[in-house]
């Protein structure tokens, strides 16, 4: 049986030499279709043993964009000494794990075409290579999902960031589960100079591409808006209605002195038990007045004091 491989290893060699000499100079991203003959076809060098791998890159996105060619050497690298030798395993380019290539080595494969996609330009920066990753830990080269994905968008991220998957799963969220949003709406997974990747230069700025009506101008702002929306929100999920950090009055009773006009009947300054409550608590929740937290353009001191 080993005989029999090795012997079928070594017919095939020849057959993939002349394929990759024939192949000349691989694709380049928008130049022409590479002259290389089509060996996944009939009498492919790969797919008697392979049958599986060979089917699904046939049928993927990168093979119909190469036009059936045999793209296998594309990405992993010479076939001709893993076609020649007894020792099939290791002496090719594979994207698993014991593989025992380099997170670098791997990504190269891919950057040979992609260098010069927008997409990857910030890959340098992204915290996805500093953690050891490449490509291949999200794509694949035999996919047929969109964008070459190994599984679905939200599938993906959330098989490694399973906190992010436990606060989307919250009461009020950012509707990621019902397809409304997905995590590259907000997120470049390849990098950028944003903080946490995001697709933005400042967090204000990434919600107001979908929150037009918060960025103002007001004529009375409310300066920890103006400052960062993650002072009082949280991104993904929160236990709290509208995705606040603390429910209300706690959270504006972190910055306003509780002691100036109190929203509960036990401050202070007057209780259920001792005269008459002041006003104020009568609503309880801060919000119940200050409707304009963001910034009111409201008149005079109620546009002041956002309750307009
Ligand atoms: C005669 C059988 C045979 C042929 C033909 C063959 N291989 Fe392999 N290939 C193997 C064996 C055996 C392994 C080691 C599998 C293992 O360790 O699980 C292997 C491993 C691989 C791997 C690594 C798999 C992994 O788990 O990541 C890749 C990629 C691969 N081959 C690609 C090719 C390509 C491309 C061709 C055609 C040019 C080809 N092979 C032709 C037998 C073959
Ligand atoms: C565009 C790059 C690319 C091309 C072209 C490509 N592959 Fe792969 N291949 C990959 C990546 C990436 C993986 C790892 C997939 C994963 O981790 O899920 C892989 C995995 C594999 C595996 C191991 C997993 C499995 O499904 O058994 C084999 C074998 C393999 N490829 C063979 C081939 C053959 C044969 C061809 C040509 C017919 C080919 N590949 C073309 C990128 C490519
Ligand atoms: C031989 C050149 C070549 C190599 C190597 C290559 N690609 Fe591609 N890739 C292409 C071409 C050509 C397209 C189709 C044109 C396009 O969509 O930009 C494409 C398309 C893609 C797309 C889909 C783009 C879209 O808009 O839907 C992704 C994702 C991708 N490749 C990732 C990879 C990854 C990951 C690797 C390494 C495992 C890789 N590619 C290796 C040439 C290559
Ligand atoms: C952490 C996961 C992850 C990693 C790592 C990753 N990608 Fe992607 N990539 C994605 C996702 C998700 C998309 C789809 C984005 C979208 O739909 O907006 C994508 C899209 C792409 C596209 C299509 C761009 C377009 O215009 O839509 C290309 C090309 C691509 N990736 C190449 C690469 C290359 C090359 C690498 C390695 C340098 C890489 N990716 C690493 C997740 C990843
Ligand atoms: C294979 C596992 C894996 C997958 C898949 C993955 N990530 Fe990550 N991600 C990581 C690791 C590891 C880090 C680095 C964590 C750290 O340094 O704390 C990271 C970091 C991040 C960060 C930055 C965190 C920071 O502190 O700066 C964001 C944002 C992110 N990932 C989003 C995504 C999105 C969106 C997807 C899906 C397109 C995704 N990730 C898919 C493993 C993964
Ligand atoms: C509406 C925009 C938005 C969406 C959608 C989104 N994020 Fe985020 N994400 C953010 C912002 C903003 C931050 C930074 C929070 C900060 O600065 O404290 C962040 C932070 C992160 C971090 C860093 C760790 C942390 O919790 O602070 C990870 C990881 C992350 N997001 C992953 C994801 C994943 C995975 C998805 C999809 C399931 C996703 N994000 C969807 C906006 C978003
Ligand atoms: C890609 C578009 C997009 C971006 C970017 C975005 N959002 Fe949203 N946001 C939505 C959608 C869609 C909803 C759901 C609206 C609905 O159901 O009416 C939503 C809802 C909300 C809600 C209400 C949640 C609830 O439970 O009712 C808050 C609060 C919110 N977003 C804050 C933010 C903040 C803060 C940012 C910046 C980190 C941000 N959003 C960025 C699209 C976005
Ligand atoms: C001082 C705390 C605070 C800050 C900072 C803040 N918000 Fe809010 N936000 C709230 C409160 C409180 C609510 C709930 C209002 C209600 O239920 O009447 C809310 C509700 C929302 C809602 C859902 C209801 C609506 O009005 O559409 C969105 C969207 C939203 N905020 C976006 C943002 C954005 C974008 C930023 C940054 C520019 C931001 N918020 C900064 C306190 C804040
Ligand atoms: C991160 C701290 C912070 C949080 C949280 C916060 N505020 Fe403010 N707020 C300020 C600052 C700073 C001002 C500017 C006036 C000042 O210096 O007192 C202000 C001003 C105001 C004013 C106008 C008062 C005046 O003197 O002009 C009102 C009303 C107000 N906030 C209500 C709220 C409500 C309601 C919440 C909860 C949704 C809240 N604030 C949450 C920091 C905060
Ligand atoms: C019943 C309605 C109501 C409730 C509930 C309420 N406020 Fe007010 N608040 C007002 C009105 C009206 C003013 C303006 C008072 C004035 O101009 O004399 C005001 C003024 C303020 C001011 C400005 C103080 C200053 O120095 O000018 C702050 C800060 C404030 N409220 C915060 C809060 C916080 C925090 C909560 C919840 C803990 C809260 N308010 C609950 C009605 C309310």
């Known amino acids: 049986m080993r005989h029999n491989v090795i012997r079928q ?43 599986k ?10 093979a119909k964009a190469w036009k059936g060619a045999n793209g296998c050497q594309a990405c992993h690298g010479s ?6 030798t007894e020792q099939a395993k290791n002496t090719i380019i594979s994207f698993s794990k014991d593989g025992g290539r380099s997170a670098k080595e791997l990504t190269a494969q891919c950057l040979s075409c992609h260098s010069s996609t927008n997409h990857v330009a910030f890959w340098e920066t992204s915290r996805h290579k500093a953690a050891g990753m490449s490509c291949a830990s999200c794509h694949t080269g035999h996919s047929n999902l969109p964008k070459n994905l190994k599984m679905p968008q939200t599938e993906l991220c959330f098989s490694c ?43 204000n700025e990434l919600c107001f591409k979908c929150h037009a009506d918060k960025r103002g101008p007001f004529m009375w702002e409310h300066p920890p808006v103006e400052e960062n929306c993650m002072i009082c929100h949280t991104p993904h999920g929160s236990s709290h209605t509208k995705l606040l ?26 209780s259920f038990t001792n005269g008459t409550p002041v ?23 109620q546009g002041l004091r956002f309750v307009r």
């Open 161 to 203: 960031h399973k906190d992010v998957r436990s606060q989307v799963n919250r009461q009020s969220h950012h509707p990621i589960k019902e397809g409304k949003v997905s995590c590259t709406d907000c997120h470049d997974p390849h990098g950028g100079f944003g903080n946490k990747m995001i697709k933005a230069d400042s967090v």
């Open 9 to 51: 290893l070594r017919r095939y060699a020849r057959t993939a030499v002349l394929c990759l000499s024939a192949a000349g100079v691989l694709v380049v991203l928008g130049g022409a279709t590479p002259a290389i003959s089509a060996p996944n076809e009939g009498g492919s060098p790969c797919a008697d043993c392979h049958d």
């Open 279 to 301: 006003r104020q608590f009568v609503g309880r929740n801060c919000l119940n007045c200050h409707t304009n937290v963001h910034g009111s353009n409201g008149a005079g001191s």
């Open 79 to 84: 076939t001709d000494q893993h076609l020649n």
């Open 53 to 62: 791998a060979t089917a699904s890159f046939n049928s993927s996105y990168h």
């Open 245 to 270: 950090s603390k429910k209300s009055p706690n959270i504006c009773q972190s910055c306003h002195d509780y002691s100036f006009h109190p929203s509960t009947p036990y401050g202070a300054n007057g």
